[in-house]
């Protein structure tokens, strides 16, 4: 990435004014719907998307950079508009390998477009491989969705959400069906965003609970039908490797950003017992260098990683055990680098209004996204000795 520059696609007054508007999304408890017609009106949306269709051309690796750099300014902001990328993103993954069934997303993203990721629901350890969400089909092949996704971000604005069911009841079943729901006066009723947003952290996000009452997806926006289970689906691939690598983008620039912070609490605070600043501390030199140590380890493997998802290399079976590690070095390393900024920074960052403290409180939200640490676990288990005997 040498010749890329962050800066063409997220300019520096553009973050600034990301930045200065977190705080107030936090403490408000609302979207940042400003940020979002920013980041439509620089292109944003559309990175992923092949230049020929109107997008920015970039690949995973670019987008990676830049999601990094987006949460640095405001995480809630960036991980809202992760969920969106992971969707363009996976349309890039099966393009490059030949499949087009995602080519709608890519024109709809350019168009100004926004997709919500409705995968999530309560108690679904399977994830992708499973579906507690019923997918009835119409005989036009078509599908009504009925089920609770729950973390939705995007909430307030998306435009077509993204989302899998499980058809029991097609002679072919049981089949996964990924499919995308229009938001329309036609989808009223059927599909009911509660407003039980009132979070820890990434208050921003607004990622609410979606209720889905036959919603409709119709055939042209019917993506996928696979079995359930373990598949190797390029589809699945798809949504796992750029879900992974995008989320861990977001963590790593918070990580980043609690970096700086603190480096600049130490060069500002001054010991009353030394006289110096605390940049000159041997135990907070100490501090800071093992944050960065930790830090330099990320941007890097997400960089190695994102290449290769885009230049499809090949992995094996050990690409889920690289996707979910990844993810899991990320943010368990971004937790404890803001755990050691506040430290540095002292008592100011127990205030609500510091930067830090809420950073704090939006790092913790990492450790619930899946690969949660019990799966990023199972699978490097898997990966390294085997499946467990019956």
């Known amino acids: 990435m040498s010749d890329f520059d962050p800066a ?29 017609e920013e ?39 960036a991980l ?34 926004v997709f919500a990721f409705g995968i999530s629901e ?20 078509g599908y009504a969705f009925t089920g609770t996704k729950i ?22 079943g049981p089949k996964m069906v990924y499919a995308f729901v229009p938001r329309s006066e036609e989808a009223a009723g059927r599909v009911v965003t509660r407003d039980d947003w009132d979070t820890l952290g990434m208050r921003g996000t607004q990622s609410r609970t979606t209720e889905l009452h036959g919603a409709v997806a119709p055939a042209e926006r019917v993506a996928r039908r696979i079995d359930p289970g373990p ?11 750029v879900f992974e690598l995008l989320l861990a983008s977001v963590y790593t620039g918070i990580a980043r950003r609690a970096l700086d912070l603190a480096v600049a609490a130490a060069a500002k605070r001054t010991s009353k017992r ?13 501090r800071i260098a093992s944050m960065a140590l930790a830090y330099d380890a990320l941007p890097p493997q997400l960089e190695t990683l994102a290449r290769d998802v885009d230049s499809l290399a090949d992995h094996g079976q050990r690409w889920f055990s ?16 803001v755990d050691e900024a506040v430290l540095v920074a002292g008592g100011s960052s127990y205030f609500a209004s510091n930067e830090l403290g809420r950073l704090y409180r939006d790092v913790l939200a990492g450790l619930f996204h899946p690969s949660d640490p019990e799966s990023a676990h199972s699978t490097v288990a898997t990966a390294w000795l085997g499946p467990l005997e019956d």
């Open 274 to 286: 030394t006289g110096k600043p605390y940049s000159q501390d041997p135990d907070i030199r100490w």
């Open 322 to 337: 690289l996707l979910a590690g990844v993810k899991h070095r990320a943010v368990t390393a971004a937790k404890s680098i």
């Open 231 to 241: 598949n190797p689906d390029p589809l699945v691939f798809g949504i796992f490797s």
């Open 39 to 77: 980041l439509r009106d620089a292109g944003y949306l559309a990175i992923l998307v092949p230049a020929e269709l109107g997008g920015g051309g970039l690949g995973l690796a670019e987008a990676s950079a830049l999601q990094q750099r987006l949460a640095g300014a405001a995480p809630a902001t």
């Open 122 to 141: 309560a108690g679904n350890d399977l994830v992708l491989f499973g579906s507690g969400t019923d997918a009835s089909p119409h005989d036009d092949g």
């Open 151 to 172: 973390f939705t971000s995007l909430a307030p604005v998306w435009t077509q959400l993204g989302l899998h069911g499980l058809d029991t009841s097609s002679a072919d």
């Open 8 to 36: 063409t696609h997220l300019p520096d007054d553009l973050l600034e004014r990301i930045r200065e508007r977190a705080a107030r999304h936090d403490r408000e408890n609302t979207f940042p719907e400003a940020d979002l």
């Open 80 to 113: 809202a508009v992760n969920m969106h990328l992971v969707w363009t993103g996976v349309a890039k993954v099966l393009s490059d390998r030949g499949i087009d069934a995602l080519r709608f997303v890519q024109e709809g993203a350019v168009a100004g477009e």
